[in-house]
């Protein structure tokens, strides 16, 4: 008989956002009238860059012409785009060549994916509060969690414990959900402890483009000793609003081995198995975000989101309420007031005031009492959200 993978039944009955799903249409089938704001899931709503969505046209009428087509993309990316990438950290001064640049169709894709490069005895590090796919993504291959707790008083950025040893270590910067950036100081501390213990990070950079602060890397690649113990993942989701396009990219140095084993090549071997490469068009696109154009239109984008994160702080600033993100970050985590929990400020928000966010405790037990708004969503909403929770919070602490 068939013997299912058994590690399913060790996941959590829901995932973060199916729960929170599920309770908010649960309360819109009883209050059809109302109208709820969300500043929960981290999905962009702002349309493609012009350049963008020129270039995938392109692709598309490429694909109509004999000369032109493409059928089947190389597994590991079509080489105009890997250098397009590889040029890009160039540009900012990391070496890396082009043939460490992997194409992928998303950063939760890879997330996942990549763990086939590693031992089912293999334990994995992950600093909470996290995004839940690292946990969960380990459970189902079967392998021990280690989780390591940050908090407001390390500004969710904690230094390597020695207690705490993984052969796999998550690092997410710009947070995804605190919106906390590692500094170069930090991160150097984090490789090498990577480096003395022959573990491999799995640096996740979703958010790379958020980072105002000149002083924080963009990549751990800028940090030196990163290409013995790094790989880095990440997505043109939030960067240039790819959520439903999906176009991603990892970067796997050839310096990184362990026990005889190339981390690159085995990549290689492992895409070249179970890929057919990323479509056409879309890699076109992808190129286009890299343009001089490009770079220019996902700005304006990004700073359309960063308004928003301001429309919040100003309310949050007002009450006096502690938080982190919102500047390097398209996140902001915020202190529950009064001490409640966050799935009680959770269904507080949105039975008073129809405004939806997302409760810490999602992300692991010490995001307990904090909750994080999305600021993903259009200046209307967020105006309006900002209207309804300086009411709500006037009233909670009788201003
Ligand atoms: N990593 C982090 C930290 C995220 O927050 C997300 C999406 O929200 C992802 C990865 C997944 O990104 P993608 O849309 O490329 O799959």
């Known amino acids: 008989m068939t013997k299912p993978n058994m590690n399913y039944a060790n996941l959590k009955d829901s995932y973060l956002f199916f729960g929170i799903a599920q309770r908010v249409k649960k309360y819109s089938e009883l209050n059809p009238d109302k109208k709820i704001l969300r500043l929960g899931i981290g999905d962009v709503s702002l349309p493609l860059a012009k350049t963008v969505i020129s270039a995938l046209a392109e692709g598309v009428s490429d694909q109509a012409e004999k000369s032109s087509f493409h059928g089947y993309m190389p597994e590991c990316g079509a080489p105009f785009l890997r250098k397009t990438i590889g040029e890009f950290y160039r540009n900012r001064g990391v070496k890396i060549s082009d043939d460490e640049v992997f194409v992928s169709s998303g950063a939760s894709d890879e997330l996942g994916d990549i763990l086939d490069l590693f031992d089912k005895e293999n334990s994995a590090l992950v600093i909470e509060p996290a995004y839940p796919a690292y946990v969960d993504a380990n459970i189902i291959a079967g392998r021990k969690n ?16 020695e207690e705490k040893k993984a052969d796999i270590i998550y690092i997410c910067s710009p947070n995804n959900p605190t919106g906390a950036v590692f500094t170069k100081e930090k991160l150097k501390k984090w490789v090498d402890f990577a480096n003395e213990n022959g573990s491999v990070i799995l640096f996740d950079a979703a958010y790379e483009a958020f980072i105002e602060d000149e002083n924080i890397p963009h990549s751990i690649f800028e940090i030196d000793g990163a290409s013995t113990c790094a790989i880095e993942i990440c997505s043109l989701s939030k960067t240039a609003g790819f959520t439903g396009t999906r176009l991603g990219y990892t970067v796997i140095p050839k310096a990184l081995e362990r026990q005889g084993m190339n981390f690159n090549s085995m990549w290689v071997r492992n895409r070249t198995t179970k890929t057919n490469g990323v479509s056409y068009i879309i890699q076109k696109g992808g190129a286009a975000v890299f343009s001089k154009q490009g770079q220019k239109e996902i700005k304006e984008n990004i700073a359309y989101y960063k308004e928003n994160a301001k429309i919040l702080m100003r309310v949050l600033d007002e009450f006096n309420i502690e938080y982190t993100g919102g500047v390097n970050a398209p996140y902001i985590w915020l202190k529950c007031p009064k001490n409640l929990d966050s799935w009680a ?25 904090f909750f994080r708004f999305s600021t993903f969503g259009s200046h209307e909403d967020t105006i309006e959200a900002a209207i309804r929770l300086k009411s709500f919070l006037k009233h909670l602490f009788n201003k």
């Not at 390591?148 to 414990?161: K, Q, R, V, Y």
């Not at 928000?349 to 307990?368: A, D, R, Y």
């Open 146 to 161: 280690i989780h390591l707790a940050s908090s407001i008083e390390n500004g969710f950025t904690p230094d390597p414990d």
């Open 345 to 369: 400020f959770f269904d507080m928000l949105l039975n008073e005031i129809q405004v939806v966010g997302t409760p810490g405790e999602g992300f692991g037990s010490c995001g307990e009492g």
